[in-house]
């Protein structure tokens, strides 16, 4: 049965994101074949916590394939602040909307929400959780730089609550990936997540380290993420980690000429400004990707003849 949510990477087969970046690579070549392709139809974006590059590359994408959005809005000016379940505001935007997308602070909104309608609704994060959309825009970038066979991953910083961090690596395993995950002790990836990749992937792909300088030298792709300090228990705890694990010219001395580093954005001071001129840095390029990708994710969930997914097994 195919799936129309798109909650985790967990749910995409290696045919399913080959056929999503495939898809993308033509629309960025050529969007125009689409322009029309969705008129009439209206996209409902529902954000619970603050967005840049994922609500307007939804936006974008959606008015490019000819159709709409409406929104939410702050919660501050919506109902949500008269104490409105989560429940009861996806059923009624789902009357007004032909799909939602969904950011929540809660790890599992999006699967609980999805349990309410019948559009297809995409997870734009949630909480400490997934974020599949923003990893089908990372494959596509590792994919035009580095390729995704044959690839050696860093992804560093916080890789407890980073939710791009963890549906990037369930995607990777799809592919033959090496994957060196650094971070301080305090922010591995939870144990879980480090149980499921070995199980998804031969258990030599998956490695843990404390520091960067001993992989570095190895490295196609360097992925790098802010600490997430909106979802630190405790102020202190932040302050012990913030501030580690920067890159700068210097860092990458060591560095591949060939290596590309990435970051989902925003960036806080993770990576020095004097990297952006240079030919490692790929983010920019990244965040612009987010159009194609989700102009191709939004197309293939809207229409009948195409379709991606298996059942979500979260
Ligand atoms: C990320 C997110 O929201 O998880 N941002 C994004 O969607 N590009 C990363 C972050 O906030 O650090």
Same mark, same amino acid.
């Given at each position: 049965?195919?799936h129309d949510h798109l909650i985790t990477s967990k749910q995409? =087969?290696?045919?399913?994101?080959? !056929?999503?970046?495939?898809?993308?690579?033509?629309?960025?070549?050529? +969007?125009?074949?689409? %322009?029309? @392709?969705?008129?009439?139809?209206?996209?409902?974006?529902?954000?619970?916590?603050?967005?840049?590059?994922?609500?307007?590359?939804?936006?974008?994408?959606?008015?490019?394939?000819?159709?709409?959005? *409406?929104?939410?809005?702050?919660?501050?000016?919506?109902?949500?602040?008269?104490?409105?379940?989560l429940a009861?505001?996806v059923?009624? &935007?789902?009357?007004? !909307?032909?799909?939602l997308?969904l950011r929540h602070p809660k790890q599992g909104a999006a699967t609980m929400a999805s349990e309410f309608v019948?559009?297809p609704l995409v997870n734009a994060g949630d909480g400490a959780g997934h974020h599949p959309?923003?990893?089908?825009?990372?494959?596509?970038?590792?994919?035009?730089?580095?390729?995704?066979?044959?690839?050696?991953?860093?992804?560093?910083?916080?890789?407890?609550?980073?939710r791009?961090?963890h549906s990037?690596?369930?995607?990777? !395993?799809?592919?033959?990936?090496?994957?060196?995950?650094? =971070? +301080?002790?305090?922010?591995?990836?939870?144990?879980? /997540?480090?149980?499921?990749?070995?199980?998804?992937?031969?258990?030599?792909?998956? @490695?843990?380290?404390? =520091?960067?300088?001993?992989?570095? +030298?190895?490295?196609? /792709?360097?992925?790098?993420?802010?600490?997430? @300090?909106?979802?630190?228990?405790?102020?202190? $705890?932040?302050?012990?980690?913030?501030?580690?694990?920067?890159?700068? %010219?210097?860092?990458?001395?060591?560095?591949?000429? $060939?290596?590309?580093?990435?970051?989902?954005?925003?960036?806080?001071?993770?990576? %020095? +400004?004097? &990297?952006?001129?240079?030919?490692?840095?790929?983010?920019?390029?990244? %965040?612009?990707?987010? *159009?194609?990708?989700?102009?191709?994710?939004?197309?293939?969930?809207?229409?009948?003849?195409?379709?991606?997914g298996?059942d979500d097994d979260e």
């Amino acid at each position: 049965m195919r799936h129309d949510h798109l909650i985790t990477s967990k749910q995409l =087969s290696r045919g399913d994101i080959e !056929t999503v970046l495939d898809y993308a690579a033509e629309l960025d070549a050529d +969007p125009s074949t689409v %322009a029309d @392709r969705h008129a009439g139809t209206l996209l409902g974006l529902l954000f619970f916590e603050p967005s840049t590059r994922t609500k307007m590359s939804f936006e974008t994408a959606m008015k490019r394939l000819g159709g709409d959005v *409406v929104d939410m809005g702050s919660i501050e000016s919506s109902s949500v602040k008269k104490g409105e379940t989560l429940a009861d505001t996806v059923r009624v &935007i789902e009357g007004y !909307t032909d799909a939602l997308v969904l950011r929540h602070p809660k790890q599992g909104a999006a699967t609980m929400a999805s349990e309410f309608v019948d559009v297809p609704l995409v997870n734009a994060g949630d909480g400490a959780g997934h974020h599949p959309t923003q990893t089908m825009l990372d494959l596509y970038t590792i994919r035009e730089n580095a390729g995704l066979d044959d690839l050696t991953i860093g992804i560093m910083g916080d890789l407890k609550y980073g939710r791009t961090v963890h549906s990037l690596a369930y995607a990777l !395993t799809n592919f033959d990936t090496r994957q060196h995950f650094i =971070s +301080p002790e305090s922010l591995q990836l939870p144990r879980e /997540v480090v149980y499921d990749l070995h199980q998804r992937q031969d258990g030599t792909g998956i @490695r843990e380290h404390d =520091s960067l300088e001993e992989v570095l +030298p190895s490295l196609d /792709v360097l992925y790098v993420t802010r600490i997430q @300090r909106e979802r630190f228990p405790d102020e202190n $705890e932040y302050q012990k980690v913030a501030g580690e694990y920067q890159i700068d %010219a210097d860092t990458l001395e060591a560095a591949s000429d $060939e290596l590309t580093v990435m970051h989902p954005l925003p960036r806080v001071d993770e990576i %020095a +400004p004097e &990297i952006d001129e240079t030919d490692y840095a790929a983010y920019f390029q990244q %965040a612009h990707n987010g *159009v194609p990708v989700r102009m191709a994710l939004l197309d293939l969930l809207l229409s009948d003849d195409k379709r991606i997914g298996g059942d979500d097994d979260e």
